[in-house]
């Protein structure tokens, strides 16, 4: 009888073990390091089986039904894996060594968070030595560029020893570094993150599909309408920078059964007087961008924004200044006049922009951008100066 019992419990335990034996197995890597993807999911798309890869990149399903189906390998940071397989009866087919691509590579969105990382002084940088490493940031093999992007990116730090000149930045396709400069001012931009959010990074010289690149990289900023997520989003932050109130808003239509896809956002940034004495902070954007989809085809594009900018500026002194004032935020631009504490120095800035863009898709696999751009760049300093007088800097090496 003991004997009969411990057969019949062998036979149980056997018989679904026999059952398990048809399917797929492999090993998911990195395409670039030959790293192991682990936690990528591995799905048999017609029997709806799946299985998680471990953290060696193994993965095994061993509970499939034989015939022809569709292996799917889905993992955060990589392009989706498909491929045929033919299920043999009894046989756990090992597919081997299966290289995942990185999607980020040429195609690394902003976060909320980084938009918040960029202060006003790197965005109005008049030197143009600072790069904007942002766009970097995300999954990437390169440690050079993921640690630059992550520890740097709010400071003045030029990629390799680059200038910010041999970095390209288009929007809609369109080349938008400065004629005369040579480089992207972020400030023509008017803080309006959420706008102009959505963009595509090339490193280096490598392949990008909106234009040439260059040593220092590219990135494309698309500001299509139909590209925007409907819904209305803002904003309203209180700090002790150099504004001290932003409220921002968003809202977009999304494309509507006719076609038409419409967003719109604004913008206002104030401060009467920002964390450094005799600052002030005035600016005002508006952001549209208009879209007409005619067909699978054909879509016609119109973006305009601008951003009117007042501000006092600040500048730097001697350390015997910042230790008689024990102030390391000393400021020696400001002072009385009648009565009433003001900058002697005043920085105007205005560049209302306009680009249209015609979208063709000839062909499936095929796109062609024609894009044409305006744009009016205006910047005016302003001071106040003395004639036949002493100098009234209190800095003054007199003084």
Do not use: C
Not at 130 to 135: E, K, R
Not at 343 to 362: G, H, M, Y
Request: aromatic share 12%; hydrophobic share 40%; no cysteine.
């Amino acid at each position: 009888m003991r004997l009969k019992l411990f057969l019949l419990l062998l036979l149980t335990a056997v018989i679904p073990s026999l059952a398990q034996t048809t399917g797929v197995a492999g090993t998911v890597v990195d395409s670039n390091t030959g790293v192991p993807v682990s936690g990528a999911t591995v799905m048999l798309d017609n029997q709806g089986l799946q299985a998680t890869t471990d953290p060696s990149g193994e993965f095994r399903i061993s509970t499939a039904k034989a015939g022809d189906d569709m292996l799917v390998i889905v993992a955060y940071g990589y392009q989706d894996v498909t491929m045929n397989v033919n299920i043999v009866n009894g046989v756990i087919d090992n597919l081997g060594i299966i290289k995942m691509l990185d999607s980020n590579l040429n195609n690394v969105f902003y976060e909320d968070q980084n938009d918040m990382l960029f202060d006003q002084n790197l965005l109005e940088d008049e030197e143009g030595s600072a790069q904007s490493i942002a766009a970097l940031t995300g999954a990437s093999d390169d440690v050079y560029y993921n640690s630059a992007s992550y520890d740097f990116q709010p400071m003045r730090f030029r990629i390799r020893g680059y200038d910010s000149k041999y970095s390209e930045t288009y929007i809609n396709g369109v080349n938008f570094n400065d004629m005369a400069r040579g480089r992207f001012n972020y400030s023509t931009l008017g803080g309006m993150n959420r706008a102009f959010r959505d963009r595509t990074a090339a490193l280096g010289l490598g392949a990008a599909a909106f234009g040439f690149g260059n040593i220092g990289g590219a990135t494309d900023i698309n500001t299509r309408a139909s590209h925007y997520a409907p819904g209305f989003n803002g904003s309203l932050a209180y700090t002790n920078s150099n504004y001290m109130l932003r409220a921002m808003a968003m809202y977009s239509t999304g494309l509507n059964k006719n076609g038409w896809a419409f967003t719109v956002s604004a913008i206002g940034r104030y401060a009467n007087e920002g964390v450094i004495d005799g600052t002030f902070y005035n600016s005002f954007g508006l952001f549209a961008s208009l879209e007409k989809v005619f067909n699978d085809k054909h879509s016609l594009n119109l973006t305009v924004w601008g951003a009117p900018t007042q501000r006092a500026t600040n500048s730097a002194t001697y350390e015997e200044a910042y230790r008689l004032t024990d102030n390391n935020l000393y400021n020696p631009n400001w002072g009385w006049q009648n009565g009433e504490k003001r900058s002697s120095k005043i920085v105007e800035t205005f560049d209302p922009t306009a680009v249209l863009n015609w979208i063709w898709k000839p062909k499936n696999g095929t796109t062609l951008n024609t894009g044409a751009a305006f744009r009016a760049v205006n910047y005016s300093t302003s001071a106040l100066n003395w004639y036949n007088a002493a100098d009234p800097r209190p800095d003054y090496y007199r003084y």
